[in-house]
């Protein structure tokens, strides 16, 4: 198998738009929490910091790692995402003739779907900390970088948002009717709003913001 | 120059992640959305539609053409950001011993302003055409790809929300002091909310989006 990001990327986009099922919702949301830490990485990584300050550089370098872990396991879930969809496919299609085939058709879709709710819930996680290593480089970093750290944050949270909708969709066909799943994107959910919000609105509190950061 | 969008995509990552200024903010603002048009695509052109009814095919069928269009001319604007902002920084090196040079400099670094505001301007337009076919996607598509369609959502709103930072910084160097390019952004983030906000919250307010949407 070809690893999606392995294709060039106007290939990739094309991929996405298609028809086929895969890659879908879930590996684009990881593609976008690995863009936000690849931008937010870049913010870290600057010498200059907000003030010159040293306990600044200390943070930043904290948040550099964040990033680039994150951003590691981000890529890696573009193509997990995409495996386990199309293992659920592949587990729809079982043959379901005898009560046996049908016995481990069940099982082999509960499996799927397991593993179809656990990857985009990875997903939102790191994302989570996209947006945590973001807020660091936003307060710390250099001014001349505000607009890459927030479009950092906002990219870290479209893909908190899409890998959350994966999990709600999936979690619901979980043995436990995916509570645990549930409960812990939701929190996920609600951290990344609260570290979104702090980083400043794209709106016209936007004076308010300014006196903040810059 | 290479093309960014030819160059695999997770090398794509690293030229975002590396410390050379660009690509920055502004070309992933870009990225986002044409990502986001890519899966609205996707499901504006699945066979299915919500209910079945023909006219969720005619609205499908022109949203696909919107999100085709908007995908297509994000696609560019990734490039042509880049281009844009590397202006910008050639016109700063430009030499200002002479009062000649320091005129021909400063004229210079006030076009490549310019057109480092209309770029990410039109970018975060773009953005809104996202979202607007998103919200039809999600409203008259195959119900099972709605968390595609939120998705889309998201990266379009992250689109927008990162192409509008880099219309704010750059509006304020220009002549005019950036009114118009400032408060045809605003516009279009205040419209993109509102767009976004419509297409269900992934929030705790899920079950009255749930109710609506499916």
């Known amino acids: ?17 298609s028809s086929d099922p895969t890659p879908g919702g ?13 931008l937010v990485s870049m913010v870290c990584a600057m010498p200059k910091t907000r003030t010159g300050a040293a306990p600044e550089r200390a943070r930043l370098d904290a948040a550099l790692g964040w990033a680039r872990e994150a ?10 995402d995409t495996r ?3 293992a659920v496919v592949a587990a729809y299609r079982r043959p379901k003739g005898s009560d046996e085939e049908k016995a481990a058709r069940k099982a082999a879709i509960t499996m799927a779907m397991a593993r179809a709710t656990e990857v985009p819930l990875e997903t939102a996680e790191a994302c989570l ?6 807020e660091e480089a936003a307060s710390h970093g250099n001014p001349n970088a ?6 950092g944050a906002a990219l870290g949270w479209a893909g908190l948002v899409g890998a959350a909708e994966n999990v709600r969709i999936n979690a619901a066909s979980l043995s436990d009717g995916g509570t645990t799943a549930t409960l812990r994107v939701e ?10 919000g702090a980083l ?13 950061w810059s």
């Open 1 to 17: 198998m070809t690893e999606l990001l392995s294709l060039p990327a106007a290939e990739l986009l094309d991929r996405f738009a």
């Open 26 to 38: 879930g590996s684009a949301a990881a593609l976008s929490g690995a863009l936000g830490a690849a």
């Open 71 to 80: 951003g590691e396991r981000l890529r890696a879930l573009v193509e997990e």
């Open 84 to 86: 386990a969809y199309d």
């Open 129 to 134: 900390v996209v947006l945590k290593s973001a």
């Open 146 to 151: 505000l607009s890459d750290a927030r479009t």
């Open 187 to 196: 929190a996920a959910v609600a951290e990344g709003r609260r570290r979104a």
């Open 200 to 212: 400043g609105p794209p709106s016209s509190a936007r004076s308010e913001a300014d006196q903040r």
